[in-house]
């Protein structure tokens, strides 16, 4: 259903003489910001490329040319493997209920009158703390000893559970922590999409006798897919690149249960000192990342809204 | 012109700064790892040693233990703008690249401070020394040892007529022990964590009781007796599973927090837990870790336990002097002669005239353990193992999945074992 009321991107037909004076120009207002983007984020990227062709160590001394070696040596590495499925693991548990979850939030949030602003803050705040406080309030949670979530268990009858060093439950558990942490942006960027639709639409559709299911389903979500787009990849971005508070709810502890490719790229990097080698695995990542979201572009083409 | 001058000079300041001041004799950044109760006695001694020195510009930093502070500190030595002396684990040495992330002290100054080898332990000094040349003075040990609450003890009848715990030897009776503190507290007779690196501390307690080996010398082998290491993971099993004298799902901080509050008649841990019970008021002493498999290894009569120690080394500086290096080993030779003092929170003094000294025997309960430094047993000399190492994380994520009972014995060993052999199998970093 074509939606006319929403304006088409509006195309800069003015004529170009000026232009590649103009630009030039402009070139000198942008200069401090291509130097520290270059300085910071290309050259990273290119020297990090370099050292993965080397034995290179946190610790200094000689290097050596290994060639695609590091590669190979991942290659083989099944630790890489295992951590790089409990990441896409992890993508695939969380990514779908964030973005569920945060729509839903958004329209009931949207809808209540009264207590509006009580949910969009109750909604919210939880993405507001640090992951340190996060970590620190689940980990109490999933306590197997005296845990609330074991206290609730045993109301129930139920033995107690190892939540996070069990391997059936650790993932879960994971997801569950991520999704009431960081729901409340996913929450933010629909509401605001939202508040965004016209409320002429859903009048009109009212008085032309559209049920409230209707509505949702006909104007309200079609017009949500552009944010549902950006959700989207900006979710799986976040979720595949997920350390901190794995990190944090194992205390460090590098159990192999749960931990994801970043972490396995932090331990053989910096505790193991092997920087070429770490180079090498964050390749691999950066590459799923760029694939991942080169497709959702491709799903989901920005500047249509139909 | 003028506006190039003042670049010029704005650059050569910000590059000044970047490069950090030379080391001079007239000042002294010094590194630490000690956040905890041990952190707050650190920076007393600090601040005493800044008072008797106004001619030093004393810093001192504090940051966090573990990865994060060994990788700042070999990311500062492999630039060559380390601070002039910091803490790092003794077992960490090898790690370290001695000669490249670390200076040497230099002779002359060992010799005027009189920081000689015989104060020390032997076998702590000879794995301070690399190639003939002193890399590492240490400042304490730190084993594995045994709290137990004095009142649930005596309640027990496990204590003598002095309120001393009566010696317990042997598995059989251990679990005896604990299974009848189970049954008085209600809780637990035990608690341990299972998470981090204490499954590991336990289990190279436990298989060095038994006489164990891990490594070659050159740490290219694993030479792992499969037996007495399933023998001490059953052991562990039974702690946690079989007989359930103990969790088998607890945090660190959960562990504390039960001993703390008398829930928990004994508790394993590192002996710097002191100052927590002393300011909780809990009715607690400590003994060294016991004699689970008796008649094995006990030189004194003091099982084997597992420890490491702090030592102060000279991180690499690319201009290091020995005038440059005097105030650093000052403030070792101060440190060293204020041990009791460190010693207050824990940890039990390398330096031996400290050990000998009546204010130090005087420390209660902290000098009731202080003979199981004499069999420390630290990780085997490798370059990834000791403590926050890349081998501890793993064995203790592998053991402690065995005290939790989602791993057998087996599983667990097979586990430990596959994670060794790929550490054996990585090129050395350093």
Known sequence: ?306 | MKRRQLLAGTAAVLGAAACGAPSGADRLRYWNLFGGGDGVRMVELVDAFAASRPDLDVQASTLAWGPPYYTKLSMAAAGGRAPDVAILHLARLPSFAPGRLLDPFPPELLAEAGITPENVLPEIWDRCVVDGQVYAIPLDTHPFVMYYNTDLCRRLGLTDANGTLVPLRGADDLVAAWSEAKKLTGGYGLVLDNFGISPWRLWWTLYRQLDGDLLTADATALVIDDAKALQALDFMRRLSVTDAVAPGQMLLSGAVALFGSGRAAFLFNGEWEVTTFQTQRTPFSMVPFPEVFPGTASPAGIARTQADCHTFVLPHQRDRTVAGTRPAVDYVRFMLEHSVDWAAGGHVPAWLPATRSPDYLALDPQSRYRDAATTAQLDPPAWFSGSASNMENPAGAAFGAVQSGTLTPEAGLARFKADMQRLIDTPAPV
Request: charged residues 15%.
């Open chain 1, 1 to 306: 259903m074509a939606v006319d009321t929403v304006p088409a991107p509006v195309h800069d037909t003015s004529p170009a003489p000026a232009r590649t004076e103009r630009s030039l120009t402009g070139l000198w207002f942008a200069l401090p910001f291509l130097l520290i983007y270059a300085l910071f984020m290309i050259w990273p990227i290119l020297s990090g490329l370099w050292s993965s062709l080397f034995n290179t160590s946190l610790a200094g001394g000689d290097v050596e040319f290994l060639g695609l070696s590091n590669y190979a040596e991942l290659a083989r590495d099944g630790a890489v493997w295992d951590s790089l499925w409990n990441t896409v693991w992890f993508t695939l548990l969380s990514t779908p209920p964030l973005v569920l979850t945060g729509l839903g939030m958004a329209l009931l949030a949207h809808r209540a009158r009264r207590t509006g602003w009580f949910l969009r803050f109750a909604f919210f705040m939880p993405f507001l703390l640090p992951v340190t406080v996060v970590a620190l309030i689940w980990l109490w949670i999933y306590q197997s000893d005296f845990g609330l979530l074991n206290a609730a268990v045993g109301w129930f009858g139920g033995d107690p559970v190892a939540w996070i060093n069990d391997e059936r439950t650790a993932m879960w558990a994971v997801v569950l922590c991520t999704l009431w942490w960081t729901v409340g942006f996913n929450f933010l960027l629909y509401l605001a999409a939202l508040q965004g639709i016209p409320r002429e639409l859903h009048e009109s559709a009212a008085v032309d006798g559209a049920t409230p299911g209707q509505r949702l389903r006909r104007i309200t979500l079609p017009l949500l897919r552009r944010t549902t787009g950006l959700v989207l990849v900006l979710q799986l971005i976040a979720s595949l690149k997920i350390f901190d508070q794995v990190y944090l709810l194992n205390e460090g502890n590098a159990g192999p249960i749960t931990r994801p490719l970043i972490q396995y790229v932090y331990e053989q990097g910096f505790t193991s000192y092997r920087i070429g080698y770490a180079s090498a695995i964050s390749y691999l990542l950066f590459l799923i990342i760029i694939v991942v979201a080169f497709a959702q572009f491709k799903i989901f083409p920005a500047g249509r809204d139909d």
